[in-house]
Nanobody, 114 residues
């Protein structure tokens, strides 16, 4: 099983980015999917998660700015990030529970800076 994350980069404060994470190499059911992030010198934290049925949860720090979604046919999870702040700078890791084992993507760097 492989998770391929993409979409990171450098963006100015107030800007937007869209992360994608595609699952390959598995024919089993994908349950929850989501994103964590890890900033320099900090612990990894949950950003957003989405169940197979579409229920979502968000960290308080990103509510109202980030939106998680998934395309089950494409086995892909997305993270639309708007109104980005400097404190959103981190490596973002996607995950997928297939069906009860958690698999991780390789991480994609998001840098918010002017």
């Amino acid at each position: 099983v492989q998770l391929q994350a993409s979409g990171g980069g450098l963006v100015q404060p107030g800007g937007s980015l869209r992360l994608s994470c595609a699952v390959s190499g598995s024919k089993f059911t994908i349950n929850a999917m989501g994103w964590y992030r890890q900033a320099p010198g900090k612990q990894r934290e949950l950003v957003a998660g989405i169940s197979s049925g579409g229920s979502t949860n968000y960290a308080d720090s990103v509510k109202g700015r980030f939106t998680i979604s998934r395309d089950n046919a494409k086995k892909t999870v997305y993270l639309q990030m708007n109104s980005l702040k400097a404190e959103d700078t981190a490596v973002y890791y996607c995950y997928a529970d297939i069906p009860t084992i958690r698999y991780w993507g390789q991480g994609t760097l998001v840098t918010v800076s002017s």
